[in-house]
């Protein structure tokens, strides 16, 4: 029997291609293939679960991977269901609602479209399969994983394709694996289809997934304490699914992922006093749902999960192929003597957090090197000529951008002390957009993919009305009055974010110089916030 959510994914495969080929009813881009599936997701949702709100549309991504074995990462999730709040809501009704926090509402939503075409797909998944175990008997090859054909699809994706657009296979090629199952299946017309429908809409969900073929990267990740919080889902829903896609696609591409000894300590710390005063709480886990007291209600921890998280803390850190950086006693003798630890320790709680935060910054710099540094100063000072220092700084994003735009503003406000905000897009031009003028100084982050042209056009539109725009894309477009592009490559569009947050954090390093202030030093606060 085929693993239940590999079957969905299977039949998911095949409902897309049937989208896909009949035309549907969007077709403006990579993702409108998978609206139907988000509609079904909310029909579900709504109609069937009665469910009218949720705290965050993670919520609703859990629904569509239950339903439909695909994973949507939040940033493209978001996108669609903004398109389709647009769509189904009238000047008469609302009835589906997305605030900027990410909570939604949704009332009344019936979409029963494709129910049919699902019911025929997994009895053809179903009768697919037990041809695949026959083709796996007759074939008697070694390694074949014949409980699943659509593993066998999935894993052998790429020299499928290139049987599947040629009517004859090489005969030297002739007894490879990919070859044989083509080879096999041609003699059957229906499952011959079938195969290369479960093939198509494999090659659909790339535009949700990552795929890395190329020669790896040689960087190496220092995590800390809030990511790891994070990864233990001891945080948000939506931050622990963004940190699990960013281990998911950075190791694809060769990533190393590191942490300290003492952040470990850190983390333990942090996880034991919550342990310690868990029966001290009531109203205060309800306020803050970035705070671990939140996470234990939401996800109905006891004191001892959270003991017995913490005891398990290395283990579940070399599940995700994290390294404990090992001998770290130079490193500590380094920072004790440095001019970050003697800064640090004016501002953080004690001498012990300041020099784990000195042992960090000195890490990175040593693996950093000094070349980059020299871009990342270069950098700073063109902003600072071209913008210098605006009243308020404004972030522009759509796409896997909004969340440079939200924490980049975030650690404008933090580094620098100084006011910025963050839009998106689309809903920038509801209003926002009649502040616009010689006054308005914006970033605006176009990657090169099915937002880059709106980006693009936005960045012109600020310009002409003599505004000032930082354009940080991929893209061809060029510098020009009013428009300074800052070029960047992504080696995947998952990165973008990370890559796009460099340039904000250029300018929040300048802003906080011209007003003689120490880069990265908190005033009032710390890295970990433990009171409410």
């Known amino acids: 029997m085929i693993n239940d959510i590999i079957s969905k994914r299977a039949i998911t495969y095949s409902v897309l291609a049937h989208i896909r080929n009949s035309g549907g009813q969007l077709a403006e881009g990579p993702l409108d293939v998978f609206v139907p599936l988000v509609k079904k997701s909310l029909h579900y949702l709504n109609y069937e679960k009665k469910q009218y709100s949720g705290a965050n549309i993670s ?287 004016q501002y953080r709680n004690t001498p012990k957090a300041a020099l784990h935060d000195a042992m960090a910054i000195l890490f990175v710099k040593e693996k950093r090197g000094s070349k980059s540094v020299k871009d990342f100063e270069k950098m700073s000072g063109e902003l600072d000529q071209f913008f210098a220092v605006p009243p308020v700084i404004n972030l522009l994003g759509r796409g896997y951008s909004l969340s440079t735009v939200d924490c980049g503003a975030l650690f404008i406000n933090e580094v620098a002390k100084y006011p910025s905000k963050a839009y998106d897009t689309g809903q920038f031009r509801h209003g926002p957009y009649e502040m616009l003028g010689k006054d308005f100084n914006a970033f605006v982050f176009a990657p090169n993919d099915n937002t880059y042209q709106m980006q693009v056009r936005m960045a012109r539109e600020i310009a002409g009305k003599g505004g000032k725009v930082a354009l940080i894309t991929d893209g061809p477009e060029e510098s020009g009055e009013n428009v300074l592009v800052i070029r960047q490559k992504y080696p995947v569009q998952e990165l973008v974010d990370m890559i796009n947050i460099v340039p904000v954090q250029a300018f929040g390093n300048y802003i906080a110089k011209r007003k003689g202030l120490e880069v990265g030093v908190f005033l009032y606060s710390s890295k970990v916030t433990s009171i409410q």
Request: aromatic share 12%; glycine share 2%.
């Open 59 to 345: 919520e609703i991504r859990i629904v569509i991977e239950k339903q439909y074995g695909i994973d949507f990462p939040l940033p493209v999730l978001k996108n669609i269901l903004q398109k389709l709040a647009k769509e189904i809501n009238s000047d008469k009704e609302n009835v589906f609602e997305l605030y900027k926090d990410g909570a939604f509402w949704i009332k009344d939503y019936v979409f029963e479209d494709y129910d049919e075409q699902l019911k025929e797909s997994k009895r053809k998944v179903h009768d697919l399969q037990k041809a695949y175990r026959e083709f796996c008997k007759i074939s008697n090859m070694s390694g074949i994983d014949e409980t699943c054909i659509i593993k066998f699809i999935e894993t052998n994706k790429s020299s499928i394709s290139r049987y599947l657009s040629h009517t004859t296979i090489p005969y030297e090629e002739n007894f490879t694996a990919s070859a044989l199952f083509i080879n096999y299946f041609k003699k059957f017309p229906n499952f011959y289809s079938q195969i290369k429908d479960i093939y198509l809409g494999a090659t659909l969900t790339c535009a949700l997934e990552y795929e890395f073929i190329g020669t790896k990267i040689e960087t190496t990740l220092l995590f800390d304490t809030n990511f790891i919080v994070s990864l233990l889902d001891l945080n948000t829903p939506e931050s622990t699914h963004t940190c699990e896609k960013l281990l998911e696609v950075c190791e694809k591409i060769g990533y190393k992922f590191v942490i300290l000894p003492e952040t470990i300590d850190e983390i333990k710390g942090l996880i034991k006093y919550k342990s310690d005063n868990y029966d001290r709480v009531a109203i205060s886990k309800y306020i803050n749902k970035e705070d671990i007291f939140n996470a234990c209600e939401r996800r109905k921890l006891s004191k001892v999960d959270l003991d017995r998280i913490c005891d398990n803390l290395e283990n579940t850190l070399e599940k995700h192929n994290i390294s404990i950086v090992a001998n770290t006693t130079s490193l500590r003798n380094k920072a004790k003597r440095s001019n970050e630890y003697t800064l640090l320790k």
